[in-house]
């Protein structure tokens, strides 16, 4: 079965330095992995995906992640953060090997204090 | 486009009353998703239409809950009664190619 963890609830960070949110997944055959940011009284919104090719994602807002198969990792990463950065980040995975369901992570929290 | 539509986006009820909630994805998009999210819980598939037919509704949690997609542009949520554990923020999600999924603004469901 398809899981993914992410390890801190909440991750503090100073406005200018760099930011790691944390994820790592388990599945069965090939993942499809994705973050998500959720932002006060919004829905989910996609920030980017990995699904093959280069281990290097780059998506919205300067966020970027690096899926690691040895690790079973796929952590967000951003070189230098901004306050409005401050949201709810969730990471999901789905398993190529069928299906639709994406499972999603429970969120990591991250305040970016100026 | 203007997204996922979602109402109404606050819902106040009393243990007992029937719920619905109203749905409307992204044009084009023939996957149809509905939410819940929970402190306790995270985010939770309940179901997930396609092409206006539920694939799989293992994640409803009782028989008090049920969705229909009448068309391709409107789905609804419905709890029958309503109980206080169902107090939740249910989203609608759209997808065109079940790969990246697009949520609704959400609906807050305050059970008292």
């Known amino acids: 079965a398809q899981s993914v963890a992410q390890p801190e609830d909440q991750v503090n960070v100073a406005e200018g330095n760099p930011l790691t949110v944390k994820c790592t997944y388990s599945?069965?055959?090939?993942?499809?992995l994705f973050w998500y940011v959720q932002y006060p009284n919004r829905g989910l919104q996609f920030l980017l995906k990995y699904i093959t090719g280069d281990n290097l994602v780059k998506g919205s807002y300067g966020f970027e992640a690096e899926f690691n198969k040895s690790q079973t990792s796929f952590h967000l990463k951003k070189p230098s953060a901004l306050v409005s950065d401050s949201a709810l980040y969730v990471c999901?995975?789905?398993?190529?090997?069928?299906?639709?369901?994406?499972?999603f992570g429970a969120g990591t929290r991250l305040f970016v204090k100026a | 486009d203007a997204g996922v539509i979602q109402s109404p986006r606050h819902e106040v009820t009393e243990m007992g009353q029937e719920v619905t909630l109203r749905c409307k994805p992204i044009?084009?998009?023939?996957?149809l998703f509905w939410y819940r999210q929970t402190m306790m819980r995270g985010l939770e598939l309940l179901i997930y239409f396609n092409n206006n037919v539920p694939i799989d509704d293992s994640g409803m949690p009782e028989d008090r809950f049920s969705a229909k997609m009448p068309n391709a542009s409107f789905s609804t949520l419905k709890i029958q009664p309503s109980e206080p554990r169902d107090s939740a923020v249910y989203f609608c999600?759209?997808?065109?190619?079940?790969?990246?999924?697009?949520f609704g603004p959400g609906t807050r469901l305050t059970v008292t």
């Open positions: 999901a995975v789905r398993d190529d090997a069928g299906g639709f369901k994406t499972i």
């Open positions: 999600a759209s997808s065109p190619d079940r790969v990246v999924v697009y």
């Open positions: 599945v069965s055959g090939n993942p499809y």
């Open positions: 044009s084009g998009h023939n996957s």
